[in-house]
T-cell receptor, first 113, second 112 residues
Framework: GENVEQHPSTLSVQEGDSAVIKCTYSDSASNYFPWYKQELGKRPQLIIDIRSNVGEKKDQRIAVTLNKTAKHFSLHITETQPEDSAVYFCAARRNTGGFKTIFGAGTRLFVKA | DVKVTQSSRYLVKRTGEKVFLECVQDMDHENMFWYRQDPGLGLRLIYFSYDVKMKEKGDIPEGYSVSREKKERFSLILESASTNQTSMYLC???????????FGDGTRLSIL
């Protein structure tokens, strides 16, 4: 079946450094790729998304890249801050055959002050 | 701002009980979803619905059922609760197409 692999499961960086989280998906029909941030005890919230007709998207310190040929997409956070500490989930969704979104297992990011 | 409200933040039930988890959204979204979240496993889809009275099985539907009698409300039912259903349950809603899902705060369910 379809799946999304996410790496690493845990990431620890020093404040001000960059953080990169990588995901690989299996369903070649996937065309929408959201990223969610979940702070401790809170709901997952969308931080950025990318569609298959775009290779890169940036929003301030956050950027996402997509390589459809390799079925690979990544989240880049620059100038990390302690408030970036959270669990991040990538996801992939196809635009046909229903609205099922497959989530990665999550990456717990620690930003050390 | 989209509001997805789950009826309980914490719930404790006994094995064999029938358990109802309720979810209400206020943005007239067509699609609604139920996930369970377990450490190291991410979010796994239990059921989803793309219209009133419509439902589709997700990846782990066994032991669960759902009801969507009104557009704004999507209920998850544990027919006979078991200890392996102890988990965090998240409800979400979205419009059709390439749109993000909006999540509720979750219900932490413990089955004793």
């Amino acid at each position: 079946g379809e799946n999304v692999e996410q790496h690493p499961s845990t990431l620890s960086v020093q404040e001000g450094d960059s953080a990169v989280i990588k995901c690989t998906y299996s369903d070649s029909a996937s065309n929408y790729f959201p990223w969610y941030k979940q702070e401790l005890g809170k709901r997952p919230q969308l931080i950025i998304d990318i569609r298959s007709n775009v290779g890169e998207k940036k929003d301030q310190r956050i950027a996402v890249t997509l390589n459809k040929t390799a079925k690979h997409f990544s989240l880049h956070i620059t100038e990390t801050q302690p408030e970036d500490s959270a669990v991040y989930f990538c996801a992939a969704r196809r635009n046909t055959g229903g609205f099922k979104t497959i989530f990665g297992a999550g990456t717990r990011l620690f930003v050390k002050a | 701002d989209v509001k997805v409200t789950q009826s309980s933040r914490y719930l404790v039930k006994r094995t064999g009980e029938k358990v109802f988890l309720e979810c209400v959204q206020d943005m007239d979204h067509e699609n609604m979803f139920w996930y369970r979240q377990d450490p190291g496993l991410g979010l796994r889809l239990i059921y989803f619905s793309y219209d009133v009275k419509m439902k589709e099985k997700g990846d782990i539907p066994e032991g669960y059922s759902v009801s969507r009698e009104k557009k704004e409300r999507f209920s998850l039912i544990l027919e006979s609760a078991s200890t392996n259903q102890t988990s965090m349950y998240l409800c979400a809603s979205s419009t059709p197409g390439d749109q993000p899902q909006h999540f509720g705060d979750g219900t932490r369910l413990s089955i004793l």
